[in-house]
Protein backbone atom coordinates (compact mmCIF):
# COMPACT_ATOMS: atom_id res chain seq x y z
CA UNK A 1 0.00 0.00 0.00
CA UNK A 2 1.14 3.39 -1.01
CA UNK A 3 -0.43 6.55 -1.24
CA UNK A 4 -0.25 8.39 -5.02
CA UNK A 5 0.16 11.94 -6.13
CA UNK A 6 -2.25 12.67 -8.52
CA UNK A 7 -0.15 15.86 -9.20
CA UNK A 8 3.14 14.09 -9.21
CA UNK A 9 2.14 11.27 -11.30
CA UNK A 10 0.54 14.23 -14.25
CA UNK A 11 4.14 15.47 -14.22
CA UNK A 12 5.50 12.45 -15.24
CA UNK A 13 4.33 12.06 -19.41
CA UNK A 14 3.11 14.95 -21.59
CA UNK A 15 1.41 12.83 -24.52
CA UNK A 16 -2.54 13.35 -25.11
CA UNK A 17 -4.97 10.43 -25.10
CA UNK A 18 -2.33 8.11 -23.94
CA UNK A 19 -4.28 6.76 -20.59
CA UNK A 20 -1.91 5.41 -18.02
CA UNK A 21 -2.30 3.16 -15.06
CA UNK A 22 -1.43 4.45 -11.67
CA UNK A 23 -3.37 1.53 -9.35
CA UNK A 24 -5.62 -1.25 -9.69
CA UNK A 25 -8.32 -2.94 -7.66
CA UNK A 26 -11.12 -5.66 -8.11
CA UNK A 27 -10.33 -5.66 -11.62
CA UNK A 28 -10.40 -2.22 -12.19
CA UNK A 29 -7.90 0.52 -13.20
CA UNK A 30 -7.35 3.41 -12.28
CA UNK A 31 -5.75 5.62 -15.18
CA UNK A 32 -4.43 9.03 -15.72
CA UNK A 33 -4.57 11.17 -18.64
CA UNK A 34 -4.10 14.14 -20.56
CA UNK A 35 -6.80 14.97 -23.31
CA UNK A 36 -6.55 18.04 -25.97
CA UNK A 37 -8.97 18.14 -29.15
CA UNK A 38 -11.29 15.73 -30.52
CA UNK A 39 -11.23 12.12 -29.51
CA UNK A 40 -13.17 9.36 -31.74
CA UNK A 41 -17.18 8.27 -31.53
CA UNK A 42 -17.16 4.76 -29.69
CA UNK A 43 -19.04 2.55 -27.44
CA UNK A 44 -17.81 -0.22 -24.72
CA UNK A 45 -19.55 -3.20 -24.97
CA UNK A 46 -19.19 -4.80 -20.95
CA UNK A 47 -17.84 -1.90 -19.82
CA UNK A 48 -18.51 1.03 -17.94
CA UNK A 49 -16.48 4.00 -17.44
CA UNK A 50 -16.08 6.96 -15.02
CA UNK A 51 -14.45 10.09 -15.91
CA UNK A 52 -13.23 12.18 -13.16
CA UNK A 53 -12.21 15.84 -14.32
CA UNK A 54 -8.66 16.90 -12.30
CA UNK A 55 -7.50 20.07 -14.52
CA UNK A 56 -9.42 22.46 -17.17
CA UNK A 57 -13.26 21.63 -19.11
CA UNK A 58 -13.79 18.57 -20.77
CA UNK A 59 -17.17 17.68 -22.92
CA UNK A 60 -18.50 15.18 -23.91
CA UNK A 61 -20.92 14.51 -26.15
CA UNK A 62 -23.50 12.16 -26.96
CA UNK A 63 -25.38 11.76 -30.11
CA UNK A 64 -28.42 13.29 -27.85
CA UNK A 65 -26.87 15.79 -26.08
CA UNK A 66 -23.50 16.74 -24.71
CA UNK A 67 -21.94 17.29 -21.05
CA UNK A 68 -19.45 19.52 -19.90
CA UNK A 69 -17.23 18.37 -16.64
CA UNK A 70 -14.88 20.93 -14.77
CA UNK A 71 -12.67 20.23 -12.36
CA UNK A 72 -14.08 18.29 -9.59
CA UNK A 73 -17.16 16.64 -11.39
CA UNK A 74 -17.18 13.38 -12.90
CA UNK A 75 -19.67 11.50 -15.07
CA UNK A 76 -20.08 7.49 -15.43
CA UNK A 77 -20.86 6.39 -18.58
CA UNK A 78 -22.80 3.29 -19.04
CA UNK A 79 -21.54 0.56 -21.63
CA UNK A 80 -23.08 0.47 -24.80
CA UNK A 81 -23.74 4.31 -24.55
CA UNK A 82 -21.50 5.63 -27.75
CA UNK A 83 -19.57 9.22 -26.35
CA UNK A 84 -16.82 11.25 -27.77
CA UNK A 85 -14.81 13.13 -25.45
CA UNK A 86 -13.75 16.87 -26.48
CA UNK A 87 -11.22 19.28 -25.21
CA UNK A 88 -10.73 22.78 -26.48
CA UNK A 89 -7.47 23.01 -24.19
CA UNK A 90 -5.63 20.35 -22.30
CA UNK A 91 -7.78 18.56 -19.74
CA UNK A 92 -6.58 16.18 -16.89
CA UNK A 93 -8.94 13.55 -16.23
CA UNK A 94 -8.49 10.29 -13.68
CA UNK A 95 -10.34 7.12 -15.40
CA UNK A 96 -11.96 4.49 -13.39
CA UNK A 97 -12.47 1.46 -15.29
CA UNK A 98 -12.33 -2.34 -16.03
CA UNK A 99 -8.76 -3.47 -16.62
CA UNK A 100 -10.32 -4.85 -20.00
CA UNK A 101 -11.31 -1.18 -21.36
CA UNK A 102 -9.65 -0.54 -24.13
CA UNK A 103 -9.73 3.66 -24.87
CA UNK A 104 -11.26 3.47 -27.97
CA UNK A 105 -13.92 0.70 -27.35
CA UNK A 106 -15.43 -0.72 -30.48
CA UNK A 107 -13.13 1.24 -32.81
CA UNK A 108 -9.59 0.93 -33.48
CA UNK A 109 -7.99 4.45 -34.44
CA UNK A 110 -5.17 6.32 -34.62
CA UNK A 111 -5.64 7.44 -30.94
CA UNK A 112 -6.06 3.57 -29.90
CA UNK A 113 -3.62 2.10 -26.81
CA UNK A 114 -3.22 -1.51 -26.94
CA UNK A 115 -0.85 -1.42 -23.86
CA UNK A 116 -1.02 1.03 -21.22
CA UNK A 117 1.99 1.59 -19.57
CA UNK A 118 2.01 1.78 -15.50
CA UNK A 119 3.74 4.75 -14.11
Same mark, same amino acid.
Given at each position: MEKVNIAAKLELFDE @??????? =???NGQHVK? +???? =? /?? &????? *? +??DELFLVIKGRLSIKFR???VSLDPGEFLI?? $? =?? /?HKPVAEAEVH &?????PASTLNTG? &? $?AEQ @?? /??? *???
Open positions: @TWSPKIV =GALL +VKLK =G /EF &VWHHH *E +VEDREIP $R =GI /E &VLLFEN &V $R @TV /EQL *EQI
